[in-house]
């Protein structure tokens, strides 16, 4: 449970085209007067597989969100799609009907929480955008004109961050995903990055990794990882401009035969693949998230210090490496989409939910208390 400080105290720093790189190493630097110990201590779970909570129609987990006063609210697909616990892990109501009608939700793929506590929830199907009281009731619903929209992130300055994906008929990749910051009427105003998938994949061989491909937000700045470019992470301010870059040394992890095995059982039946193949390494990171304080919380494949935990590389609000954490996290075999990946983990107020993959196959979320030293 704790994290180890290094001896270096000097931060390496670079630029690369003009843009300042933090270059970080295996080791965290030692920064005086930076608490780089993180303790949690757990204060309740949320958990899909006790009888209280099946019997309230969760049976899974799709995604969540916390509002400032801690409540927490989950996307999932029932007759009511949204449902809202307090700050204590209780249940309070759930809203979001099934239908196409007004206020209705035919298929949702994503629930943000926006600075105003709103509720803001994106219909796919049904094409359109609907922002809800905490109290489930509808503020107002926004037609959408593309159904390629997967995510709507809401950003402190009245725009949004938004995510497509759409299939490639023509060219070399089978689907592409840009990553843009839109004007809050969703026209497009810059695009950040873009994750290509091979067409490969669809003719004749999979391969047998995630394709990771992630964000995360905090009041000033957008955070963007492509794994395709190694332990690299972008930081651009909410105008879309790239601020600096986090670059990290890191231990690759070996794709073991374990996984090799459960990924073949999972999709090795599939007419469309021929052959699975598997690099020699796991991307350096699974996902990360940010805290109200401005670190970035980076979670690799790196095994933890008990079953399903794996290692967690801490930054502070300057983008250095302080430390290291073993947190929860779900089987290497589980693939995640955009926006399950999205929603694995969260800090706000001091305090950390981690959604995780109990040994039985049911998610639950915990809560802890995070306290620093």
């Given at each position: ?72 609210y989950f996307l999932l697909s029932r007759e009511n799609f949204v449902f809202k616990f307090n700050k204590d892990g209780h ?92 004007s809050s009427e969703f026209d497009e105003i810059k695009e950040l990055d873009r994750r290509r998938i091979p067409r490969s ?173």
């Amino acid at each position: 449970m704790l994290i180890f400080c290094g001896k270096q105290e000097k931060v390496e720093k670079i630029r690369e085209d003009g843009v300042e790189v933090i270059v970080n190493h295996l080791e965290p630097y030692k920064i005086k007067g930076e608490p780089s110990t993180l303790n949690l201590e757990e204060e309740f779970t949320i958990d899909t597989e006790k009888d209280e909570i099946a019997e309230l129609g969760v049976p899974d987990i799709r995604s969540f969100d916390i509002d400032s006063e801690g409540n927490i609210y989950f996307l999932l697909s029932r007759e009511n799609f949204v449902f809202k616990f307090n700050k204590d892990g209780h249940f309070i109501t759930s809203f979001g009907k099934r239908g196409q009608g007004p206020g209705e939700i035919n298929w949702p793929t994503s629930l943000r929480i926006n600075n105003h506590d709103e509720i803001e929830i994106i219909d796919r199907l049904g094409r359109k955008f609907l922002i809800f009281r905490d109290d489930g009731n509808l503020i107002k619903e926004i037609h959408i004109k593309s159904i390629t929209i997967q995510v709507i992130t809401p950003l402190a300055n009245g725009n949004y961050l938004i995510a497509r994906r759409f299939f490639d008929r023509q060219g070399k990749y089978l689907y592409q995903f840009p990553l843009s910051i839109c004007s809050s009427e969703f026209d497009e105003i810059k695009e950040l990055d873009r994750r290509r998938i091979p067409r490969s994949f669809k003719i004749n061989r999979g391969e047998g990794l995630p394709y990771v491909f992630i964000w995360a937000i905090s009041d000033k700045n957008i955070y963007v990882g492509n794994a395709e470019r190694g332990y690299e992470i972008c930081i651009y301010n909410l105008d879309g401009k790239l601020l600096r870059k986090i670059k990290k040394e890191y231990k690759q992890v070996e794709v073991t035969e374990e996984f090799k095995k459960k990924i073949q059982i999972t999709f090795g039946q599939l007419p469309t693949i021929e052959k699975i193949y598997f690099p020699k390494y796991m991307p350096p990171f699974q996902y990360f998230f940010t805290n109200d304080e401005g670190r970035l919380f980076v979670v690799t494949y790196e095994k933890g210090n008990n079953p399903m935990e794996y290692i967690c590389d801490i930054f502070n609000s300057e983008d250095v490496f302080i430390g290291r954490k073993s947190l929860k996290g779900f089987a290497p075999y589980f693939f995640p989409d955009l926006i399950e990946r999205l929603s694995m983990a969260k800090a706000k107020k001091n305090r950390l939910y981690c959604l995780s993959e109990k040994e039985s196959g049911y998610k639950e979320l915990v809560v802890y208390k995070m306290k620093w030293e």
